[in-house]
């Protein structure tokens, strides 16, 4: 068994691929397309093994961390961490989509419970399952049903069903990007044309993507997609080339190519696997590379990226005004950073109790927020984290 900074790779990993939010090798579909990573596109160089010498605090990256325990009224099951498509933050109130049953949990923002949505079955106003979510302009609510649907309703007390807008042409989506002007994109990894926009419309755009076989369904991002200065990003969780989406001309453009020296993994590096023989092959290939990038998300000018490097987790951060990086597993107060969910100014994360030391310490928190942390146990329900980004 595999441990990925003392944690079960499979405990990553899993919730991931029973949530089929694979993303795909797109600097392959690119280059297949005539698009690859050379016009338009920016090269980020990481020395990695000297940003590895160097020590960064958390406080280089937020000015104040809190902790919000969720009330027990409600246990939810969202694995190690949510994935960024089981959250929203509203001004008042948090949603949360839980794995298990399936349920919309309502805390407020000071982690009372409020309510549980049972909005699944097969009635009006109800989805068959729940990839994800989002908050829609409006105070609306999206749940994308991977059959092909997207319900609406609205943020009120018993969250009203809107309508069902319902996508022709796509057997199935898997992951649903936020909006931007009005469009937003869909991921599909079991249709030939992998990427779609939806406009205002509900009319779904393709954008043709041809894969290599030997790479599909070996990629572990939570989400692909990222938003920067209001423009959506997409991502291939290979070396995590970024790849802006224009939605009116429905392409995609290079736009950000990781340099990372003898760490960089490229195609030709990701082999055939037996489906039993692979969590043994991201172990190994790991320690000889950067693989995979997990998530990539954007605050100002930096850019922060999620990846696995020697079978451990690790944070890129890199400016994109001075061109200056950092390369990590803990900062210099021994906890652990990942990138969440944002609002504003503020970045949530959800995470198990019984990983909560990975993250918060007396070195982080006030005495407020101690006091708030001495009341979770390993049988208290989710912990709500909130960054004060800098």
């Given at each position: 068994m595999i441990s990925v900074s003392g944690l079960d790779v499979k405990k990553i990993i899993a919730p991931v691929i029973k949530r089929i939010v694979f993303s795909t090798a797109l600097v392959c579909c690119l280059s297949a397309c005539g698009i690859g990573p050379k016009d338009g596109s920016r090269v980020l160089h990481?020395?990695?093994?000297?940003?590895?010498?160097?020590?960064?605090?958390?406080?280089?990256?937020?000015?104040?961390?809190?902790?919000?325990?969720?009330?027990?009224?409600?246990?939810?099951?969202?694995?190690?961490?949510?994935?960024?498509?089981?959250?929203?933050?509203?001004?008042?109130n948090l949603f949360i989509l839980d794995d298990k049953s399936q349920n919309i949990v309502c805390f407020s923002t000071l982690g009372e419970y409020v309510k549980t949505f049972n909005k699944r079955g097969r009635g009006h106003g109800e989805y068959t399952m729940a990839y994800g979510m989002t908050e829609d302009p409006g105070e609306v609510l999206s749940i994308l049903d991977p059959t092909g649907r997207i319900f609406r309703y609205s943020i009120n007390d018993s969250l009203t069903f809107l309508?069902?807008?319902?996508?022709?042409?796509?057997?199935?989506?898997?992951?649903m990007s936020d909006l931007v002007d009005g469009h937003r994109a869909l991921y599909s990894y079991s249709e030939d044309n992998l990427l779609s926009i939806l406009d205002d419309k509900g009319k779904a755009q393709p954008v043709t993507y041809h894969i290599d076989k030997r790479i599909k369904n070996r990629h572990f991002s939570r989400n692909p997609f990222f938003l920067?200065?209001?423009?959506?990003?997409?991502?291939?969780?290979?070396?995590?080339?970024?790849?802006?989406?224009?939605?009116?001309?429905?392409?995609?453009?290079?736009?950000?190519?990781?340099?990372?020296g003898k760490y960089k993994t490229k195609v030709h590096?990701?082999?055939r696997q037996k489906k039993?023989?692979?969590?043994?092959?991201?172990?190994?290939?790991?320690?000889?590379?950067?693989?995979?990038?997990?998530?990539?998300?954007?605050?100002?000018?930096?850019?922060?990226?999620?990846?696995?490097?020697?079978?451990?987790?690790?944070?890129?951060?890199y400016d994109l005004e001075t061109n200056k990086s950092s390369f990590f597993c803990e900062t210099l107060e021994h906890v652990h950073f990942k990138p969440g969910v944002l609002r504003g100014n503020e970045m949530y994360l959800l995470v198990e109790p019984q990983y909560l030391s990975r993250f918060v310490n007396e070195k982080v928190l006030d005495k407020e927020n101690m006091k708030r942390l001495s009341t979770v146990s390993d049988s208290s329900n989710v912990v709500l984290i909130k960054y004060s980004m800098l």
């Open positions: 990481v020395d990695i093994d000297s940003a590895l010498e160097e020590q960064v605090s958390v406080f280089d990256i937020c000015s104040k961390i809190e902790i919000i325990p969720l009330s027990t009224d409600a246990m939810i099951s969202n694995g190690m961490y949510s994935a960024p498509q089981s959250l929203v933050v509203c001004e008042d309508d069902v807008k319902r996508i022709k042409g796509l057997k199935a989506i898997h992951i920067y200065n209001s423009s959506l990003f997409v991502f291939d969780s290979i070396d995590g080339s970024s790849y802006e989406v224009d939605c009116t001309s429905h392409t995609v453009f290079p736009r950000y190519k990781w340099d990372l590096h990701i082999a039993e023989d692979f969590y043994e092959y991201l172990k190994t290939q790991s320690y000889n590379r950067v693989y995979p990038f997990l998530s990539i998300m954007s605050y100002g000018d930096k850019i922060y990226a999620e990846v696995i490097l020697h079978n451990t987790e690790y944070m890129i951060v």
